[in-house]
């Protein structure tokens, strides 16, 4: 070959790289992103968690120069929830959909969140979580495990004990097996009211219920609702016991799969998402425990006497003893308490 002959298919040769080269940016560029999303609970509109996934879904659309799949196991698909933490820290499940309670199983702290009539309403919780005390928790969560909080969402309405035969009064609960997770906030709080608190797993308990293993369990009406919990329990003791928060957390590794420029947009996605499944939480929960009337659950109200008794209780013997054994909280049952105030 001349040597401008060959001058010239080394240019050309070259051009034809660099458009190949460009060719394999933009795809890179414009590859889709896949985020596995795990939840408890069912793909139901009177399910928190998925009311927040969806809106989450919807506005990662317009998360500039990267496409992102995020496809949702309700119904524990993915394992068991404390199974499902460790995932996410390891980083084989991107995002957890749940309630903050089962973090506290890595990181101790955030279990305070749990303790009986710590808050008043949701509108508590948001003014605490949003004032400082989320952002504390979060990053001790992070500093544990690596993951991140995207949000503090609402459950639909507070937790109530459910049970197959009528508790009215705190003396008809004594003796009585209570599904709760296991963690040391449930578990102590229903020993000190007088039940005899029974750790399960959440997709177990359906068939517990039938079978006897456990006589009851404490949850938010929506959740009794989606997950057909009325047909195995006909009673509520209407306790309202506990306002916790749901969280959507993501792991270390899911979150290096956003590129970092675009992971601002993934977070503002997140608060959006939070923010608009807090907006419909409390008229959730009124239209889910009409409907459960509506279905044949009996309600029974706590004496006020009763209620104020056992919060009593709560905050001399729990929450005392919780911020002494982590003094990490101490400074936030403190703003816990002043932004009730």
């Not at 504390?136 to 937790?159: E, K, M, N, Q």
């Not at 749901?246 to 792991?251: P, S, V, Y």
Request: proline fraction near 5%.
């Amino acid at each position: 070959m001349h040597s401008t002959s060959r001058r010239r298919f080394l240019a050309a040769s070259a051009v034809a790289a660099a458009g190949l080269s460009g060719i394999a940016r933009r795809a890179t560029a414009q590859s889709t992103i896949t985020l596995r999303v795990s939840s408890s609970l069912p793909a139901d509109q009177n399910a928190a968690h998925y009311v927040w996934y969806q809106r989450f879904v919807a506005n990662l659309q317009s998360v500039p120069g990267v496409r992102i799949e995020a496809p949702y196991f309700p119904n524990s698909q993915l394992g068991k929830e404390a199974d499902v933490v460790q995932q996410v820290k390891i980083g084989s499940i991107d995002v957890m959909i749940t309630g903050s309670s089962i973090w506290a199983t890595v990181a101790p702290e955030i279990g305070m969140l749990d303790l009986g009539y710590l808050f008043e309403n949701y509108a508590h919780v948001d003014k605490a979580l949003d004032g400082g005390v989320g952002e504390r928790l979060a990053r001790i969560v992070y500093d544990r495990t690596g993951c991140t909080i995207l949000g503090w969402g609402s459950h639909f309405g507070p937790r109530s004990v459910y049970t197959k035969n009528p508790v009215t009064a705190r003396a008809q609960v004594k003796g009585v097996k209570l599904r709760v997770l296991p963690t040391a906030p449930f578990i102590d709080t229903f020993k000190l009211i007088g039940a005899i608190p029974t750790p399960i797993p959440f997709n177990e308990l359906y068939t517990a219920l039938q079978t006897g293993v456990v006589d009851g369990f404490e949850h938010d009406a929506a959740t009794v609702l989606s997950t057909k919990l009325y047909e195995v329990s006909k009673h509520c003791w209407l306790t309202e016991h506990l306002y916790n928060p749901m969280i959507a957390i993501i792991g270390k590794r899911g979150l290096s799969k956003i590129p970092a420029n675009a992971q601002s947009a993934l977070l503002k996605a997140a608060a959006e998402a939070t923010a608009y499944q807090r907006g419909l939480a409390m008229q959730r929960g009124k239209l889910a425990t009409e409907e459960l009337k509506r279905l044949g659950m009996t309600y029974h109200l706590m004496a006020k006497a009763e209620r104020d008794q056992i919060r009593s209780e709560m905050q001399t013997r729990l929450w005392t003893a919780y911020a002494a054994q982590y003094p990490a909280t101490k400074p936030l049952f403190d703003a816990i308490a002043a932004a009730h105030a």
